[in-house]
């Protein structure tokens, strides 16, 4: 059996499990790994059988919980490498030097290489020649070496990382992924089709607008989890800062749900069982009107009447979606 899950989908948190065969995998995590188990068993899943965690791209409404939750289960996460770079800076972000700090640190590392040598030489030696030599020598104090880091401080650590890159499939136990690029204000920010037992999911939000390759990809599929943000008066009457609503305009922000509709009424095929709508504002939108705007999309169509269409919570996961 195919399963699909949506534990919560917005700007505070998005977090799924695909399940099929014996493989179950969770799609991003974004909650707080608490909060990401309570809503599983919610839906009657076990966390203990996730087998692994994808990531979509690394802003926090997506990895929020990723660390506790991958070291709690000891399970393998799947990054684009810059994907990872990126959320490795966000979790452990490096202060700025002056020039004068970075010559002092220079000096320190030169000091301690020239001590490193110093003993070795001291190892060859005589043993009554080192300690001559260590008595004539003035002795300075050496700040100490930190210890290698151990997973229970150091907030980037991982029971284990596996690479993907867009545009190349993976297999994940009975899951194949078919990773591709999507336009978003992240470092390598992809989407995912998911086939198991013949059938396709696909998971494509956080995007600008839906170009040709998105287009492509959200073809031919059982399932489509797709974005419908905002409603465009919210936004601009919103109380979000005009930066941050010039962000989400753009076309590597947050698709809106006219740009949706407009996709589901000209472009979409129509195959999909079931259409998802998700990662809907809390400010800037209502369910009601990103579900009238789809509604009337497909409506327009009468080989579209068969799909169901359904919208995804921020604070509630949804019923599971069996195939």
Aim: proline share 6%; glycine share 6%; with cysteine.
């Amino acid at each position: 059996m195919v399963r699909f899950t949506v534990l919560a989908s917005g700007s505070k948190g998005n977090c799924s499990v695909v399940t099929g065969g014996n493989t179950r995998i969770l799609v991003d995590a974004g909650l707080s790994c608490r909060e990401l188990f309570r809503r599983m068993r919610l839906v009657d899943e076990d966390p203990a059988t996730i087998d692994a965690i994808i990531v979509t791209h690394e802003h926090s409404d997506h990895v929020g919980g990723l660390a506790v939750t991958a070291r709690k289960l000891g399970i393998p996460v799947y990054f684009t490498e810059s994907t990872h770079r990126a959320w490795v800076r966000w979790l452990s972000p490096r202060k700025q030097m002056t020039y004068t700090q970075w010559l002092e640190q220079c000096r320190k590392q030169a000091a301690a290489r020239t001590a490193e040598a110093d003993a070795v030489e001291l190892e060859e030696c005589d043993p009554e020649e080192a300690e001559a030599f260590a008595e004539s020598c003035p002795v300075e104090t050496a700040e100490p070496v930190p210890a290698k880091a151990t997973p229970e401080k150091d907030p980037t650590w991982l029971p284990s990382i596996k690479f993907f890159e867009a545009g190349k499939p993976l297999q994940i136990g009975d899951i194949s992924v078919s990773p591709f690029t999507i336009p978003h204000d992240a470092a390598d920010p992809v989407g995912f089709v998911f086939q198991a037992e013949g059938v396709r999911l696909a998971v494509a939000t956080d995007l600008g607008y839906i170009p040709p390759n998105v287009k492509a990809q959200i073809k031919r599929v059982d399932l489509l989890l797709l974005e419908s943000n905002h409603d465009l008066e919210m936004l601009r009457d919103g109380p979000y800062p005009w930066s941050v609503k010039q962000r989400v305009l753009s076309r590597v922000g947050h698709l809106s749900n006219e740009a949706t509709a407009t996709y589901l009424e000209t472009e979409y095929d129509g195959q999909a069982a079931y259409v998802i709508l998700g990662h809907l504002s809390e400010s800037n939108n209502l369910p009601e009107l990103a579900r009238i705007s789809a509604e009337r999309a497909l409506n327009g169509h009468a080989t579209l009447l068969a799909n169901r269409l359904l919208l995804a919570a921020q604070h509630e996961p949804m019923s599971t979606i069996c195939f």
